[in-house]
């Protein structure tokens, strides 16, 4: 496993639908308390599917081989990635990727060759790193 020093280009990821769930529960909220939050909250939980467990934070990091995802934590001032690794694949399995920006957030995609592919929301602050992941992958 390379070092995570090694890599291409990295960014920190959430798993999909983390920021829309986030927002619904607010909306809810202010539009109709509890009831409101609950039927936001499940709307928004029907998102894509993702590798990174709901409530989680990863770091995907492209290396010249492979694409690894590491879990990663909350830190303090900013996340911190572990050694820990929730999936990888190799690079030349990847068929596209690609970034849709939303406001404050974006959606980043990764397609590969078999079909299957890997979505993520991306908070405003990790944008410009995964546009340098979405460029190293081209």
């Given at each position: ?81 572990t050694e820990d690794v929730i999936a990888s694949a190799p690079r030349a399995s ?12 974006g959606a980043l995609t990764i397609a590969f060759a078999d079909g299957a592919s ?21």
């Amino acid at each position: 496993m390379p070092s995570i020093e090694s890599a291409v280009a990295c960014t920190y990821v959430e798993p999909r639908g983390a920021i829309r769930s986030v927002i619904a529960k607010t909306v809810g909220r202010e539009l109709g308390g509890a009831v409101g939050q609950m039927v936001a909250g499940s709307a928004a939980e029907q998102a894509d599917a993702s590798p990174v467990q709901k409530g989680k934070i990863a770091f995907l990091a492209v290396f010249p081989d492979e694409l690894v995802l590491f879990a990663g934590k909350r830190g303090a001032f900013k996340p911190k990635p572990t050694e820990d690794v929730i999936a990888s694949a190799p690079r030349a399995s990847v068929a596209s990727a690609g970034l849709e920006r939303k406001g404050l957030s974006g959606a980043l995609t990764i397609a590969f060759a078999d079909g299957a592919s890997w979505a993520f929301d991306m908070p405003k602050v990790h944008l410009k790193t995964a546009e340098q992941v979405v460029q190293a992958l081209a």
